[in-house]
């Protein structure tokens, strides 16, 4: 077992974090360094009993916590989120051990996990209600008050950052949470759950399990103190947890699949797009459900944006996150390679070009070449199904009604880019792209002051902004009346 990262740091003991305390199970998983197929580490799962000693736990925890002033839980954040920034080079050498992003990039995952905590201890601050006016002798008031116990689920593309948003909005809203994290990248939600004990959150308000995905959501999701179910990740499971959950009217916040369009207008400076749209493709080698993906370039410029597309994406440095200069890492886990590969001769068999890649990268370890098909049809499966990797597509189109019609063509709404000057175009684009979150002249999807989700089937509710904690909490009217009527 493979246990150490670049500069002699250490990749954590991995345990359940329950009620205060850490435990390790009889059963055990191997936990596999992408880039090198080494275990490094093994990760305890969940029984029954965990489970239910975790619910236990956060009942009582929420007792606790949804009576502790907001000023408290604030600074509680506020304390956990400056460990995990002093933290940063241990956090972000587990995080490349174990998903094998770039070091680079994985310091900067944790920063932006910090900064998740500390714009919802702020928001913790800012739970408003109103006074309604009413007739004399009457008082209409309304309370956002905390839902109660949240079962929460992260995706393994971004080990800790995924994790925050999460126990972010629970903890500022007075929630007490079980997180099950990603099995492939357990380490982020580690470090996260010990910055908290280190910080002094109350003992059960936030739980740490792991195990058979399936298992824990289908025991957890059911039981009665369990009034919020948040999820990350694909739309077939969001289904399936959101059917589960509403045969218990348990509500739900849902942060599903995407398949993200780039609209490249005819005006835009096509080098400068072409450039950073083939940087941004390959971050966190595609693993991103905003990733850029599907993108149409206006037929007066599809040449040179192409050109200077491919040719940029030739060039990402690929290798283990832990060396210098690397620009994107290996795909999550094995199953991933051959899923691409498909993909990529699904489309080639149907006529598009493969301009670079489209194949695995080297011998060892889980990296897949960074790929871009040009014209590619529409009954392609890519065109649908969204490849969650660095594969990207490129299509001329004839005018914007033909890129909007074409970005809006997928059943998934996440995250949507556009290239241009235009303001005439910029209206047309905000008013007609149907997505949560749409972009112009960047690639950035969301920062944590702004709201972040989904519509159609990319989910529902939203994480970030003013709007953040909105589904951690409850609506309570009160109506008062001086006398009895």
């Known amino acids: 077992m493979v246990k150490f990262g670049g500069n002699g740091f250490m990749y954590p003991e991995l345990k359940l974090f329950i009620a205060g305390k850490w435990r390790t199970t009889s059963r055990d998983i191997p936990v596999v360094n992408p880039a090198t197929e080494d275990e490094i580490g093994r990760l305890p799962c969940a029984s029954k009993q965990d489970l239910?000693?975790?619910?236990?736990?956060?009942?009582?925890?929420?007792?606790?916590?949804?009576?502790?002033?907001?000023?408290?839980?604030?600074?509680?954040?506020l304390r956990a989120a400056a460990l995990m920034r002093e933290r940063q080079e241990k956090i972000a050498h587990?995080?490349?051990?174990?998903?094998?992003?770039?070091?680079?990039?994985?310091?900067?995952?944790?920063i932006r996990g910090a900064e998740f905590f500390e714009w919802d201890a702020g928001e913790a601050m800012r739970t408003y209600g109103r006074v309604i006016p009413a007739a004399p002798g009457h008082k209409f008031s309304v309370h956002h008050?905390?839902?109660?116990?949240v079962a929460a689920f992260s995706p393994w593309n971004f080990p800790m950052s995924q994790p925050a948003r999460k126990i972010a909005g629970a903890l500022a809203s007075g929630c007490s949470i079980i997180l099950k994290a990603a099995e492939e990248t357990p380490a982020g939600a580690i470090h996260i759950a010990k910055a908290f004990e280190d910080a002094g959150l109350p003992a059960g308000v936030l739980n740490l399990v792991f195990g058979e995905p399936a298992e824990i959501s289908g025991h957890l999701i059911p039981q009665d103190p369990v009034r919020l179910v948040a999820f990350t990740g694909s739309t077939a499971v969001g289904r399936h947890l959101t059917t589960l959950a509403s045969e218990h009217m348990t509500s739900v916040l849902m942060e599903l699949g995407g398949h993200a369009p780039v609209i490249v207008c005819e005006d835009t400076d096509v080098k400068a797009a072409g450039i950073s749209s083939a940087v941004r493709k390959m971050?966190?080698?595609?693993?991103?459900?905003?990733?850029?993906?599907r993108f149409f370039a206006h037929e007066s410029i599809f040449d040179d944006y192409a050109t200077t597309f491919v040719e940029r994406a030739a060039?990402?440095?690929?290798?283990?996150g832990m060396d210098q200069n690397v620009e994107m890492g290996p795909l999550a886990n094995d199953?991933?390679?051959?899923?691409?590969?498909?993909?990529?001769?699904?489309?080639?068999?149907?006529?598009?070009?493969?301009?670079?890649?489209?194949?695995?990268?080297?011998?060892?370890?889980?990296?897949?070449?960074?790929t871009v098909l040009l014209n590619v049809p529409d009954n392609a499966r890519i065109m649908q199904e969204e490849p969650f990797g660095p594969v990207a597509v490129i299509n001329p189109v004839s005018s914007l009604?033909?890129?909007?019609?074409?970005?809006?063509?997928?059943?998934?709404?996440?995250?949507?880019?556009?290239?241009?000057?235009?303001?005439?175009?910029?209206d047309r684009l905000i008013d007609e792209v149907e997505v949560g979150n749409l972009s112009i002249n960047t690639l950035e999807a969301s920062m944590p002051e702004t709201p972040f989700g989904g519509v159609k089937s990319s989910g529902y509710g939203r994480e970030g902004g003013t709007e953040g904690l909105d589904n951690y909490m409850i609506v309570k009217n009160v109506w008062h009346s001086a006398d009895i009527t």
Request: glycine share 10%.
């Open 52 to 77: 239910d000693d975790a619910l236990e736990a956060a009942v009582r925890g929420f007792r606790v916590w949804s009576r502790t002033s907001p000023r408290e839980r604030s600074d509680t954040i």
């Open 94 to 110: 587990a995080i490349t051990m174990e998903h094998g992003k770039p070091l680079k990039q994985a310091r900067l995952e944790v």
């Open 145 to 149: 008050q905390p839902i109660g116990v």
């Open 283 to 293: 971050r966190n080698a595609g693993q991103v459900c905003t990733s850029p993906t």
């Open 315 to 320: 060039a990402t440095i690929v290798g283990n």
């Open 335 to 370: 199953r991933r390679v051959p899923a691409l590969t498909e993909l990529v001769e699904d489309a080639r068999e149907k006529g598009a070009t493969v301009a670079t890649g489209g194949a695995k990268h080297g011998d060892k370890g889980y990296f897949f070449q960074p």
């Open 401 to 426: 009604d033909d890129a909007i019609g074409k970005a809006n063509s997928v059943p998934y709404g996440l995250a949507g880019y556009a290239f241009t000057n235009r303001a005439d175009y910029i």
